[in-house]
């Protein structure tokens, strides 16, 4: 096949396209960050809080995304076969209906509205990955990879710039409960209907514009036609040629059909999604799909496992430790933004890298950083410095977005077909919801130093996975990263 040169003007905003969903994935999981208390007096004024108690008022509230995204991301797998552009095109539509229904004053209508946006959370961290590593070229995997982290980075770079946006009291006494924010403001349907234009712009340029699926589904479906069509929008000038198009059409139907067969091994894992595959007997998993998935998953957990869910969630808390009334709402305004601007930053640095460096070497560099300003947390907690606990913090999350944060979303779906990936979000998810839950209890119990002692051992297990057990894709062809597990050094 004859690549004169690849179609940049076409090919980034397409990627950017399908990266929107991970801009609505990062927001949707932070904006209500800045409305725990408020929100919560509003619905008591009211009188329709129906949970009286306000920490499980909030626990609901804030809990039910990640909730829902663990169904949204096994959910998925009913329709990804479809089409990856067709997926994208409903959960959108799911998306809009779903932020108009949390935008109800009623409780149920918050809670179910938010669940909803939840499971499209859930579709959009199998999707967007997936999608852009099928329209990515080698040349371009690195810098288009990073843009789902880019997207969910932005995404809570805006949910934490919101209390800046927001009202503060006409009063003249600021509470601690209030946390500076006026009751009578009814700008939280500005901040809470954000994620309905994300979903819109996404409908309409999937719509409009990009109206093709991925070259690689086309492949999977035997479409010549309208592979021809797409490749031509990704390449200038592309022309087929015959002996080597047909060789390579050829060899991606031999992995699409290896990997189908293995629907029932590589879905041992996860049971709700094998009862959704009838599989045929008789038939042997790829060599190493098995590995793959093994190395996907424990790397979807390791991510979380760096502890990034405790910052996600409670933000405001770590910076206002000390702090009552006025000073500690404005505290928790300027921390917050800070953990967006760091984390956009950490993100942006690792683009222009992409072209020297791989996912693996992001991955272990970052996560070296990452066990160091961990340890140093709780030397900082043990000290009761807070000061060095919010810079180390910091630190932390420019590395995870750096590294893991990014290195990860894009790795998977190299190395996963659409089920694998899909495996991949399950559990991310999982992770995700736990430790928003318990996270408050782990620095109750086992004490701020305890937590950032205990994450740091992690770590250096996670560095030592990293490795000895995961390979480097940088610079295969999508259809070498499938194989890359079969391979034996």
Known sequence: MTHQSINKGYLIPMAVTAALGFLALGYSLAYYNAFTDIMYKKYAEKGQQVVQDKNIFNSLVSGVVPFGAIFGSVMIG?????????????VASVLMAATLLSLVFNFYALVLGRLCMGICIGCYATLCPLYISEISPPELSGLLGVFTQMGAC????????????????ESSEVSEQNQGF????????????????IGLAQLLLLTLVFKHETPLFYLKKRDKSNYAKIMKLIYVGWKPDTDIELAEIKEVNRLIELKEASRDESMSCNRSLLESQN??????????????????????????????????????????????????????????????????????LSIPLQKFFGRVTFIQFSEI?????????????????????????????????????QAMWAYCPEILDSRGCSIVALLNMICCCIFGIFTNLAFKYLTAQGVYFGLAAIQVFTITFVWAFVK????????????LYAIKN
């Open 78 to 90: 009913l329709i990804v076969d479809k089409g990856r552009r067709f997926s994208l095109l409903v």
């Open 154 to 169: 932005t995404g809570a770079f805006i949910a934490f710039s919101v209390p800046f946006i927001m009202p503060l009291s």
């Open 182 to 197: 006026s009751v009578d403001s009814h700008n939280w349907r500005m901040i809470f209907g954000l994620p309905f234009m």
């Open 279 to 348: 599989s045929k007997a008789g038939r042997k998993s790829p060599p190493g799909y098995k590995k793959a998935l093994l190395i996907g998953s424990a790397l979807s957990i390791m991510q979380q496992l760096t502890g990034i869910g405790c910052v996600v969630f409670f933000s405001n808390e770590i910076f206002i430790v000390g702090r009552t009334g006025f000073d500690a709402a404005y505290s928790a305004r300027v921390g917050t933004l800070l953990v967006g601007v760091v984390g956009f930053l950490g993100t942006g």
């Open 369 to 405: 950083i990452i066990c160091i300003s961990l340890t140093l947390s709780g030397v900082c907690a043990c000290m009761g410095s807070q000061f060095g606990i919010i810079i180390f913090t910091l630190i932390f999350i420019f590395m995870f977005n750096f590294g893991i944060g």
């Open 472 to 483: 480097e894709t940088k610079g295969k062809t999508k259809q070498e990263c499938e194989q």
